[in-house]
């Protein structure tokens, strides 16, 4: 039996972890590889590095940045930030990133997820979803970096996952709007709706503020992990602690 | 002492290389017959698919080498698999020297494939390497002669084998963190 993830993201912004509320107002929280190696040490199941400009400034995540990372941290490494084709993915995997996680770039051109799984294998392919409850429907939204470059798509984020695994998307990434930064647990609802379809891993990212929302999350839905940010990066909650934390009510979690 | 890391075509080969690196150890990343045959022990690095691995190592003539080689091989996740008779992937014809075949996960049996995350490993023949390893893999090997380690994800499966100088784990050491780090002196102290 796999281990449930407990996953810390680096939203990075010009070089800097940053950490908005509900994708706005990015204040700076920490340095790259002191969180990187940081997460490493506390006993991280993997760790991703999003450079939540990249999409919104037409530019790709830097490559400087995820070698370092890469060189530093002996777990799992998953690689996000406007990656639009074969040549940018190539460049990041080969600066040692182990996955690479698209999303804008998925919904403008949604053939990139084929193309991406055909020539690395789908278990490189993580699909990011920033999904939005609106007018009674879960919709997906794009470009979220920025609040000037938001989109809603009008995808209904079930449609979308639908299509995303038949393209080779190896595992997807379901960020859940409405929770974002507001750190009052996660989207259990949205989360069992949205696995209800879903045959590759499902991680749960959005709205972690406690320990007991991880444990709610990994009980109470079938995510394979649970992805977080400014909980770690503020030092709110330790990975160490919470996993002690969550062995105890006996998730299975990995030592 | 020297390790060549066989490149066999994928991308993120240099995952491995900084492992090595963060053990002090030499790697070389190389696809050359010259250089890898100067070399003390080989990676079959995990990246990539049955069909393309193959076929860069036939266009490489590096099939032949590593099969002939004396020198202790270990194979990682993809590079486990190409050591064995044939793989689903692509239907695909692979090196032979150990009996078996690759085949898929089926989606009835486990919760979602890829099979992605940390799983148990139990090893037969060294305890001190039974642990929690990283695995992101759609093929694998249920059972085999040489199999030495096995894991559970809706069946059990091997992913550990051991047979004369080739070492094989279907998980990846070098993402594994402290266990994997183990496992990797554990393969460089027997070179």
């Given at each position: 039996m796999l281990t449930k993830r407990i996953i810390p993201c680096l939203d990075v912004k010009n070089g800097y972890v940053v950490k908005g509320v509900q994708f706005k107002n990015h204040e700076i929280v920490g340095s790259i590889l002191d969180l990187a190696s940081k997460y490493n040490k506390d006993g991280a199941d993997e760790l991703v590095f999003y450079?939540?400009?990249?999409?919104?400034?037409?530019?790709?995540?830097?490559?400087?940045?995820?070698?370092?990372?890469?060189?530093?941290?002996?777990?799992?490494?998953?690689?996000?930030?406007?990656?639009?084709?074969?040549?940018?993915a190539k460049n990041i995997l080969n600066n040692g990133a182990d996955k690479i996680s698209i999303n804008s770039p998925a919904l403008a051109n949604p053939n990139l997820?084929?193309?991406?799984?055909?020539?690395?294998?789908?278990?490189?392919?993580?699909v990011g979803i920033d999904s939005r409850f609106i007018d009674n429907k879960y919709i997906v939204y794009s470009n979220t970096g920025d609040e000037k470059t938001i989109k809603n798509t009008q995808i209904e984020t079930k449609a979308?996952?639908?299509?995303?695994?038949?393209?080779?998307?190896?595992?997807?990434?379901?960020?859940?709007?409405?929770?974002?930064?507001?750190?009052?647990?996660?989207?259990?609802?949205?989360?069992?709706?949205?696995?209800?379809?879903?045959?590759?891993?499902?991680?749960?990212?959005?709205?972690?503020?406690?320990?007991?929302?991880?444990?709610d999350v990994l009980t109470k839905t079938e995510s394979s992990g649970a992805l977080a940010a400014s909980v770690f990066h503020k030092d709110l909650i330790n990975i160490n602690e919470l996993k002690d934390f969550l062995r105890n009510k006996s998730i299975n979690i990995r030592y | 002492m020297k390790i060549g890391i066989v490149d066999s075509g994928?991308?993120?080969?240099?995952?491995?290389?900084?492992?090595?690196?963060?053990?002090?150890i030499d790697s070389f990343i190389s696809n050359s017959?010259?250089?890898l045959s100067q070399m003390d022990a080989l990676?079959?690095?995990?990246?990539?698919?049955?069909?393309?691995?193959?076929?860069?190592?036939?266009?490489?003539?590096?099939?032949?080498?590593?099969k002939e080689t004396n020198k202790p091989v270990l194979g990682i996740c993809i590079g486990m698999q190409i050591l064995f008779d044939y793989s689903e992937e692509d239907n695909t014809e692979c090196l032979g020297l150990i009996k078996g075949t690759i085949t898929k996960f089926n989606k009835k049996d486990v919760i979602a494939v890829p099979?992605?995350?940390?799983?148990?490993?139990e090893c037969m023949l060294d305890n001190t390497l039974d642990g929690y390893y990283y695995f992101a893999n759609s093929y694998f090997n249920k059972n085999s002669d040489y199999t030495v380690g096995?894991?559970?994800?809706?069946?059990?499966?091997?992913?550990?084998?051991?047979?004369d100088n080739l070492l094989g784990c279907q998980f990846h050491p070098e993402k594994s963190s402290d266990a994997g780090e183990v496992f990797l002196k554990n393969f460089i102290n027997s070179i």
């Open positions: 450079d939540i400009g990249a999409s919104t400034y037409d530019g790709v995540v830097s490559k400087e940045w995820v070698k370092q990372i890469a060189e530093l941290i002996n777990i799992p490494f998953c690689v996000a930030g406007g990656i639009k084709n074969l040549k940018d997820i084929q193309e991406l799984a055909n020539e690395f294998g789908s278990q490189c392919v993580v979308w996952i639908d299509q995303i695994q038949n393209l080779g998307a190896g595992e997807i990434v379901l960020n859940c709007m409405n929770k974002d930064g507001v750190k009052d647990g996660y989207d259990i609802t949205q989360l069992n709706i949205m696995l209800q379809n879903c045959d590759v891993p499902l991680i749960a990212s959005g709205g972690a503020g406690t320990k007991d929302h991880f444990k | 994928g991308a993120n080969l240099n995952s491995i290389y900084y492992s090595f690196k963060r053990l002090n017959l010259d250089e990676v079959l690095p995990g990246v990539g698919s049955a069909g393309k691995v193959m076929e860069t190592l036939s266009n490489k003539n590096l099939d032949s080498f590593i099979q992605m995350g940390w799983n148990k490993v096995y894991s559970t994800y809706g069946n059990q499966f091997s992913s550990i084998i051991k047979k």
